[in-house]
Every structure is written in C-alpha cells, then in structure tokens.
C-alpha cells in the first residue's frame, strides 16, 4: 500500500482520495473512522475500564495533575493530558474554555459575559464554566458571534 499526502492549493478544500482494486472490510473500516472519528474513548473508574461516547462527555477537567471527563452519569479519569484531548477531540465538538477545563460545546445550555472579559457558560448539567479572556475570541469563532 502506498500513501501520499499533497498539500492542496490555497482555494481547494482538504480531500481524501482512495485508490483500490476492491473495496475490502479494512479499507471500509478506515474510511468511517476518518469520515466519523472514533466515537468512543476508554476511562478508569473504580479500577475498571469504562467506555464512554464522546457525545456524553460534558467537560473535562484537569485537578491536581489527574485529568477527569463528566457525564451525566458520573466522572472518569483518563490517562490523556488536556493538550493531548485538544489534538484528538472534535474541534467542532470540544473547546478549550480556560486552562484546566475543556468543554462540549454540544452540551452548553446558556452562555453570558462575566467580569474581566470572560464570558460564563451554563452546561445542561446547571455546572458553570469560566471562560478565559483569552479563550473568548476563538469561542465566538466557534459559535459565529
């Protein structure tokens, strides 16, 4: 198998082409993981592997060098630093709100100005999150303000 990656012109949208004799389960496989990503990620709770989607995680927060993803349904540690989850969460989905939380966009239910610039975003949970001075301008990109 052979992979090349070209640089597209400064007009042209980013694009995967797939050249194969026959469409075999591997090559399918990878297709949906690059078209949808991985819905899923592994956490540790109570020494035990959990699974959870992504689409449950409400935020997750880094505390005392342990970082930690909530759900409606609990809190899980993960292994991944916050630098780490930026690189490999949807940034469509997930955004960087202040220096130890990251949050789902998907599951802010209001969002006002606080003091100092920041702005404070309600989740669906009734949990409150800062939004750093510097975090704000990247969030109205996000929301199209």
Known sequence: ????????????????????HFLDEDITLLLNQ?????????????????IVEK????????????VFAYTA???FET??????????????NFFRANKAVIVNLNKIKS???????RFEAVLKNEYKVIISRSYVPKLKEHLGL
């Open 73 to 75: 349904e609990g809190v």
């Open 111 to 117: 969002i006002s100005p606080a003091f100092n610039g």
């Open 55 to 66: 689409k449950d995680i409400l935020y997750f927060e880094s505390v005392d060098d342990k």
């Open 1 to 20: 198998m052979k992979i090349t990656i070209v640089e597209p012109l400064p007009d042209e949208d980013d694009e995967i082409i797939v050249k194969c």
């Open 79 to 92: 292994k991944f630093k916050l630098y780490e989850l930026e690189q490999i969460l949807p940034a469509k």
């Open 34 to 50: 690059l078209k949808n990503g991985s819905s899923k990620m592994n956490f540790i709770k109570d020494n035990k592997i959990v």
